[in-house]
């Protein structure tokens, strides 16, 4: 009896999240997909760019993540908008869509291969931040320059 009803408490608790604690999720959400984003970008050996918006492939996405394949000093100006698969879902495209009525705002960021966040062709020289608001206090995602490192507030 008392399994279930802990059961119960927990899927209650779940859906019944007040907006201020999605906004918080979805800013964790995001602190880790740009740390996914660096990692791959290491691993693979190449540029990629985490883009606000919807792409044509993700209706309704608030952000998605491209391969920069052009070969210039900023491989990701010019690149298509094809956004690539997400390795954590098979078949899926790397696209995520936050909680109404939650929003984002934030610019463009890539990862080169090094994994050192860019904004062009030039290495960020102060704090990249992502703000979610619609839920009480804005959130934030902090990329860090030259690391790269990611805090979400």
Do not use: H, W
């Amino acid at each position: 009896m008392l399994v279930i009803l802990a059961i119960l408490t927990y899927v209650v608790l779940r859906n019944l999240r007040p907006a201020e604690a999605q906004a918080l999720q979805q800013a964790e959400r995001l602190r880790d997909d740009l740390r996914n984003v660096q990692m791959q970008a290491v691993n693979l050996g190449r540029s990629l760019q985490l883009k606000l918006g919807a792409p044509a492939g993700c209706p309704g996405a608030s952000y998605y993540v491209i391969d920069c394949t052009v070969a210039a000093a900023d491989p990701c100006t010019g690149s298509p908008n094809t956004p690539i698969a997400d390795p954590r879902q098979p078949g899926g495209l790397f696209c995520v869509t936050l909680e109404p009525p939650l929003a984002l705002a934030g610019a463009d960021l890539y990862f080169d291969p090094l994994g050192r966040p860019k904004n062009g062709a030039a290495l960020i020289a102060a704090n990249a931040t992502f703000t979610i608001t619609g839920g009480g206090p804005a959130r934030t995602a902090v990329v860090t320059p030259l690391t790269g490192f990611v805090i979400a507030q």
